[in-house]
T-cell receptor
Framework: AQKVTQAQTEISVVEKEDVTLDCVYE???????LFWYKQPPSGELVFLIR??????QNEISGRYSWNFQKSTSSFNFTITASQVVDSAVYFC???????????FGQGTTLQVKP | EPEVTQTPSHQVTQMGQEVILRCVPI?????FYWYRQILGQKVEFLVS????????KSEIFDDQFSVERPDGSNFTLKIRSTKLEDSAMYFC??????????FGQGTRLTVV
């Protein structure tokens, strides 16, 4: 079965704190892709990152960083020095198979307070 | 930058009515998708479409739903007889390869 679990339903931090959003996935495929999307209050899905299963290098983009560990089937997302504008729902998603279907986690609501 | 465009942004319809949600995918993309997000819940896959046919559909995508690519640019989702529980945000997505997805801004469907 393919599944994505985001165990943290809601996280609240104060501005400038670092925060890590957890994502654990399940798949039997050897080739797959992992994604993070941000959904601000306006509702659209904003693409943040895609990683394929053969690339375990961690990635940093500004204040955002991602830690991909196949050994623990995790793809965690860290925001450094959080800002109020980071407040949103964050979804982790898994893509495997040949139809391009994305399987989303339940999402983590991040609230950054000033 | 090319983007996926969805219209309308918000649609209100009466229960039992047919509704068509429209999407214009990115022009060179070959794979097309619809997803649904009930308010406060996760995003759920409905259907994928490639080479003018459905390649995969979920349990949600029952006989009330259909998709069509009527011309070279549009990709539509039709709900034949809407129910209250069809109220949700519907996202269209497209991709050039089946290893990514570019989402539209969504259509909020409210069934009353």
């Amino acid at each position: 079965a393919q599944k994505v679990t985001q165990a943290q339903t809601e996280i609240s931090v104060v501005e400038k704190e670092d925060v890590t959003l957890d994502c654990v996935y399940e798949t039997r495929d050897t080739t797959y892709y992992l994604f993070w999307y941000k959904q601000p209050p306006s509702g659209e899905l904003v693409f943040l990152i895609r990683r394929n299963s053969f690339d375990e290098q961690n990635e940093i983009s500004g204040r955002y960083s991602w830690n991909f560990q196949k050994s623990t089937s995790s793809f965690n997302f860290t925001i450094t020095a959080s800002q109020v504008v980071d407040s949103a729902v964050y979804f982790c998603a898994l893509l495997s198979g040949n139809t391009g279907k994305l399987i989303f986690g339940q999402g983590t609501t991040l609230q950054v307070k000033p | 930058e090319p983007e996926v465009t969805q219209t309308p942004s918000h649609q209100v319809t009466q229960m039992g009515q047919e509704v068509i949600l429209r999407c214009v995918p990115i022009s060179n993309h070959l794979y097309f998708y619809w997803y649904r997000q009930i308010l406060g819940q996760k995003v759920e896959f409905l259907v994928s479409f490639y080479n003018n046919e459905i390649s995969e559909k979920s349990e949600i995508f029952d006989d009330q739903f259909s998709v069509e690519r009527p011309d070279g640019s549009n990709f539509t989702l039709k709900i034949r007889s809407t129910k209250l529980e069809d109220s949700a945000m519907y996202f269209c997505a497209s991709s050039e390869f089946n290893t990514e997805a570019f989402f539209g801004q969504g259509t909020r469907l409210t069934v009353v």
